[in-house]
């Protein structure tokens, strides 16, 4: 790829994310969809943007960035939560990085590249995108050094800046935890694993527990009910009243008189409608009432247990309560809204299980997914195309057809693929059973975190470099070199990622198409009346691997490819004004994992450290410069050395709750 | 080899067993040994045996085998603790499952094996050794299924005999935790890492801190003082004077008449000794008293905090205290006996480094053993011999002479090496700074325990199979095939390492060769006086991977050489004797771990299982038998889920306390 094809490809991109983000400034005005741009403040305040006409509404104007530039932090972590402002430092901590590697990359290590090797070079928007590459450099050469330095100081900074933020957020993390003392979580242990007796019910066994064995500071306690079949159907039949109701206050006005109405798209009449709601009222609420009361409600192994200080339940969830460390088994009760009910169900014996099947599972999955993968991979070869779609012959015939299905349909096909990720894995986190529902969504994080990691840089990097990715694990030590070699070839593909799919993501996140879409649906065909309710929680598990994935980009080329970087810095730039808008803006906090997810950023980032550190000397060892790769061993050892530090020193902060803050 | 030769070996090592047992039972009954073999008893008793000669105590008998035998698990407890009941029951497994293994593979397989491929057979003593292991079997022979079932019974008798003892033994853990209720121990938390400030000793700080955070509980402190320089060069005159005073009781009668004293060895006189214990009686106590105190004791960050009730300290042991989880860091406290003083003095904040140095250090240190290993290993090749020492050409030329050097000198040299492990083991085990005895000694058991399984059993079959063990780590998928392809060529080997180090190390332990010869010297030669305090605890460290490995060899050579398991059970049964017979009459048990080895056992004894169905499954493959080799998989899956069900179930008891039990 050349210069000028590069800067092409970032100016069409540059244009279509102004254009996107001038339809966003557009959009956001029309009262319409309000519902989808500032869901989580109408939520809040209950009130909506009259619709009058006003030509201000069409014109595009930036008034948002500076509203989401102006936003401090304080209002980020009151509105949006604790999780919130972890995911804004980890994109001012990328900022800060990556500018200066990209200052120090940008005129210390790319003029070296460019001139690394004497030859005519030519103009540079048709020079090879591979001459600003350390693949560039002439093998011995005594200006590597240059390279070691710079990969010093940006590790060095890194490690400064990771340990200033996480202790940052360890601070904030115990302000949280003294602030929310009012909460009643705090005050309750959840026990599961309450052993069966035939002559004891599960409600007397917990209060004889804990009356003998925690006496001074045991409360009460609550046994949690899960509800038996019958309760099912008539929870679901009021499900639907509910919605009859909502159909009736739309079409039926408040006389009940009855109208005919018209589906918009079907254009059936909607008096069959009539008769169940007028019965249901007719029963109303006494039903619901004798339902709950006759229904045998069965008792879950679980009960919420509510002590007299945050230290008691603190101290009896540490505690092993007995000599069968699967019984009884204690922990800190999540927050109500937190709850993920359902799961309180699974007795504890299976939760092993069902663990280790569902990393199986994700594993699997992850392997499995190369398969279309490389068959998508296969299709830009038009040969093969046409060998395998016969059909398809006489459509590629045009030009354009051509480049548009070699070029287009695979990444499409791709991202249809990608978009199935996030939702699988979600699945597997319900599947291993826990119990609120931030701890899904951290687990489900980190099992898509491994993922892209694995799908979108290793897979291309060793398949880039057309080696057989079975055979290179199977030789660990050859890795190095192999990524080594893979990397500067790979920059260019990595490069355009970031222009493509980085910028491209952001864009649909700030125009939330998908809401968009569903607004417009729900609202002019299917005719619903907007429950304002209904607001998305900010889906940590797609964008944090995101962001996370970016900053592996960006460390692994930055001194070996540093091209990549303005365009790195761009999306970042993009990524901390979006974000903060959506924060604001658009989405709910329903629960808060209280900063958990910063261990996640910051394993993620000394990864990338690391990983790059061990790129480099491969690199250097290609090179054949023993002083460079000499110098780098020392570097890797004081990183991990930096890593094992803050794990003893920060870590337990995000496991535990001191004693004395 | 040959199996006549294996016998006549068996026979030769058997009759020197019988004669180093016949002479302990010689030696244990004459007077002058009493301190060597019933140390234990000494020390307990404070009583000695009378030397009158007769003639009964130089007739072998067999009364102490009987004694040992007869002796019962309680008795083990409460004379030696729970650590030996432990390694006791750590033998019981392995006689159980090695005599069901036995019974199995000699009956079931042996004969399959030697039956394996069309052949003329010579007579059995004739022949060689391999046609008994599975490498005999033909290639996708259709009785491999009988190894997959014998594999299969195996290993799941061995899970279900770890998983009673594992319970039995969590069973005694508890007991005995709940039996020492009386102990100060149990109520005293150490706490280290007092944070230093300038206008507060640590004794005030301590006091403070307590009161305010753990009032309720807290009942008094005790700082821990380091002796200045001073004080230990007056405690080092006062281990002197004591030794003077020692030469004086044995060699200078009451009335404190001068004489002259011959050492026994040089013959110097003994006067120059009288000046300075005079001088030393006359200053006396009153200096000693002085010196305690004028100098000052410097004080260490860390202080012994004493609480009403055990609860109270197993919290505070448990609860992080502080933000800063590398302040304030409370463990419960060690038994008096078990401190490791010295280590106290350490600064917290180094420990984490130490360990990481220590780790790295004993991984150095097992590679660097090659060398010495693979170049001893050259020296049996009798023209490399010759070329590198010519001097020993002459000497080399009778034929006994070199049989003897090329067969002893390689294994007397290699012995030489590895009785250096344990100290060097031991040494990085006091550097990474515990706080215990118990806790040095598990650190290097467990570093002795991968010491001794990567060089004995992974160095032995990775080099006797004639391939780079750097080569084969760097492709760890073919290692399984390797192993499959060595075990069965390695398990002679492993026969007569059993036959000769495993029974030639019982016999050394019984006669206590070492302790037989320091005995000797301190009586007749030093003529020191004997002092009953100075009694050996049992070396957990060198003994418990001893049997470990057996057990490791004993697993992985069961299925696929058979001939091992007889010599290996008869080592088994003479281990049972002999321990037990130490562990009544030798050792002296000053500290206890509680238990905390079964785990190390248990882990081990897990990977024997895996590493065997790995093995077995290389094999199979390299049959080409994919019936064995598919039902081998599911083996290894169920294995490990089993495992991961006692980890769950049973191992939090050996890391913390049950509140109930």
């Known amino acids: 790829?050349?210069?000028?094809?590069?800067?092409?490809?970032?100016?069409?991109?540059?244009?279509?994310?102004?254009?996107?983000?001038?339809?966003?400034?557009?959009?956001?005005?029309?009262?319409?969809?309000?519902?989808?741009?500032?869901?989580?403040?109408?939520?809040?305040?209950?009130?909506?943007?009259?619709?009058?006409?006003?030509?201000?509404?069409?014109?595009?104007?930036?008034?948002?960035?500076?509203?989401?530039?102006?936003?401090?932090?304080?209002?980020?972590?009151?509105?949006?939560?604790?999780?919130?402002?972890?995911?804004?430092?980890?994109?001012?901590?990328?900022?800060?990085?990556?500018?200066?590697?990209?200052?120090?990359?940008?005129?210390?290590?790319?003029?070296?590249?460019?001139?690394?090797?004497?030859?005519?070079?030519?103009?540079?928007?048709?020079?090879?995108?591979?001459?600003?590459?350390?693949?560039?450099?002439?093998?011995?050469?005594?200006?590597?050094?240059?390279?070691?330095?710079?990969?010093?100081?940006?590790?060095?900074?890194?490690?400064?800046?990771?340990?200033?933020?996480?202790?940052?957020?360890?601070?904030?993390?115990?302000?949280?935890?003294?602030?929310?003392?009012?909460?009643?979580?705090?005050?309750?242990?959840?026990?599961?694993?309450?052993?069966?007796?035939?002559?004891?019910?599960?409600?007397?066994?917990?209060?004889?527990?804990?009356?003998?064995?925690?006496?001074?500071?045991?409360?009460?306690?609550?046994?949690?009910?899960?509800?038996?079949?019958?309760?099912?159907?008539?929870?679901?039949?009021k499900k639907v009243y509910r919605k009859f109701k909502h159909f009736k206050g739309t079409t039926v006005d408040q006389t009940c008189r009855s109208v005919t109405y018209r589906c918009c798209l079907c254009g059936v009449s909607s008096n069959s409608f009539q008769l169940l709601p007028t019965e249901e009222q007719e029963r109303g609420k006494p039903c619901v009432k004798n339902s709950n009361l006759n229904l045998p409600a069965e008792e879950c192994a679980a009960a919420f247990v509510f002590f007299k200080t945050r230290y008691a339940a603190l101290i009896v969830s540490k505690i092993l309560q007995t000599s069968n460390p699967m019984k009884w088994v204690t922990s800190l009760a999540p927050e109500p809204k937190d709850m993920y009910w359902s799961n309180l169900w699974l007795p504890y014996k299976q939760l092993w299980i069902r663990r280790i099947a569902t990393l199986l599972g994700s594993i699997v999955f992850m392997f499995i997914f190369?398969?279309?993968?490389?068959?998508?991979?296969?299709?830009?070869?038009?040969?093969?195309?046409?060998?395998?779609?016969?059909?398809l012959k006489g459509l590629l015939k045009g030009k354009i057809m051509t480049q548009l299905v070699t070029g287009y349909l695979p990444s499409v096909i791709l991202q249809i693929f990608l978009y199935t990720v996030p939702p699988t894995m979600m699945m597997f986190a319900t599947l291993e059973g826990p119990i609120s529902h931030s701890e899904r969504k951290k687990s489900a994080c980190c099992k898509v975190l491994y993922f892209t990691i694995w799908n979108v840089f290793f897979v291309n990097v060793l398949s880039g470099s057309a080696i057989n990715q079975l055979n290179a694990l199977s030789r660990p030590k050859d890795i190095p070199m192999e990524l080594a070699r893979a990397i500067p070839l790979q920059a260019t593909f990595f490069t355009t990622y970031v222009l493509t799919s980085g910028w491209a993501s952001l864009s649909s996140q700030v125009m939330q198409l998908f809401g968009l879409i569903w607004n417009f649906v729900r609202k002019y065909i299917l005719r619903m009346k907007e429950d304002s309710d209904w607001v998305l929680s900010f889906p940590y598990h797609t964008e944090l691997p995101k962001v996370l994935l970016f900053g592996l980009l960006g460390f692994t080329c930055s001194v070996l490819a540093p091209l990549i970087l303005p365009f790195l810095l761009l999306y970042f730039f993009l990524a901390y004004i979006v974000?903060?808008?959506?924060?604001?803006?658009?989405?709910?906090?329903?629960?808060?994992?209280?900063?958990?997810?910063w261990p996640i950023a910051y394993n993620a980032t000394i990864f990338s450290l690391v990983l790059t550190q061990i790129i480099c000397l491969g690199v250097f060892g290609l090179k054949e410069s023993p002083v460079a790769a000499g110098f780098t061993v020392p570097l890797i050892i004081i990183t991990l050395l930096f890593n094992q530090y803050c794990r003893m020193r920060l870590l337990p902060l995000f496991r535990t709750f001191p004693h004395r803050f």
Chains 1, 2 share one sequence.
């Open 370 to 391: 190369l398969v279309p993968v490389t068959f998508i991979q296969g299709l830009t070869q038009l040969e093969q195309l046409q060998q395998r779609l016969p059909f």
């Open 579 to 597: 974000y903060r808008n959506q924060f604001i803006n658009v989405y709910c906090t329903r629960y808060d994992t209280g900063g958990l997810y």
């Open 1 to 237: 790829m050349k210069v000028g094809a590069l800067l092409t490809s970032a100016g069409i991109n540059i244009g279509l994310c102004i254009l996107f983000l001038s339809f966003y400034s557009v959009l956001r005005k029309q009262p319409q969809n309000v519902k989808v741009y500032f869901g989580r403040r109408i939520a809040e305040q209950h009130k909506r943007l009259r619709g009058a006409f006003i030509l201000e509404r069409f014109v595009p104007s930036p008034s948002w960035i500076v509203r989401s530039l102006q936003c401090t932090e304080d209002e980020i972590l009151s509105t949006a939560g604790l999780d919130a402002v972890v995911f804004n430092r980890v994109l001012v901590f990328s900022i800060r990085i990556f500018s200066l590697a990209a200052i120090l990359c940008l005129f210390g290590v790319l003029p070296l590249n460019y001139f690394g090797q004497d030859m005519r070079h030519e103009r540079i928007p048709s020079a090879s995108l591979e001459t600003f590459t350390i693949g560039n450099m002439k093998e011995k050469s005594i200006w590597l050094w240059v390279h070691c330095v710079v990969l010093y100081i940006i590790s060095g900074v890194a490690c400064f800046l990771l340990y200033m933020e996480y202790k940052r957020i360890a601070r904030l993390r115990l302000l949280h935890l003294v602030r929310t003392t009012s909460k009643h979580s705090h005050f309750t242990v959840l026990v599961r694993g309450i052993p069966k007796s035939t002559h004891e019910s599960f409600n007397s066994a917990v209060e004889s527990f804990f009356t003998t064995y925690h006496a001074p500071s045991y409360l009460s306690h609550q046994v949690v009910y899960k509800v038996g079949k019958l309760q099912k159907i008539v929870t679901g039949a």
